[in-house]
Nanobody, 123 residues
Framework: VQLQASGGGSVQAGGSLRLSCAASGRTVVLYGMGWFRQAPGKEREFVAA????????GYADSVKGRFTISRDNTKNTVYLQMYSLKPEDTAVYYC?????????????????WGRGTLVTVSS
């Protein structure tokens, strides 16, 4: 499966963005999906994940209550809606797919990765 993240951009603190991750090659309905991010000079970190059915979701503590992960399996797309953005949310955001359809938080659990999309939040 090939993944393409989009929707990044520059916003002011308090603003919102919606990231999309479009899958091609195989139907995304088979995959558990996750979003990760990597800020300049930092390790890549977990942001959010969703199981293949959408029935299970989870978030990093730093984004809980501000970000929402969702999926539209009819469009082969997973979304990350981000509200109340903070400068510390600035990072390259990556989507990833787990081919066992699980809800997983560990970076090493994912089998496929898309190219990232940059989110910049200014104060």
């Amino acid at each position: 499966v090939q993944l393409q993240a989009s929707g990044g951009g520059s916003v002011q603190a308090g603003g919102s963005l919606r990231l999309s991750c479009a899958a091609s090659g195989r139907t995304v309905v088979l995959y558990g999906m996750g979003w990760f991010r990597q800020a300049p000079g930092k390790e890549r970190e977990f942001v959010a994940a969703i199981s293949s059915s959408g029935g299970v979701t989870g978030y990093a503590d730093s984004v809980k209550g501000r970000f929402t992960i969702s999926r539209d399996n009819t469009k082969n797309t997973v979304y990350l809606q981000m509200y109340s953005l903070k400068p510390e949310d600035t990072a390259v955001y990556y989507c990833a797919a787990d081919d066992r359809g699980r809800y997983v938080r560990g970076e090493n659990e994912y089998d496929y990765w898309g190219r990232g999309t940059l989110v910049t939040v200014s104060s």
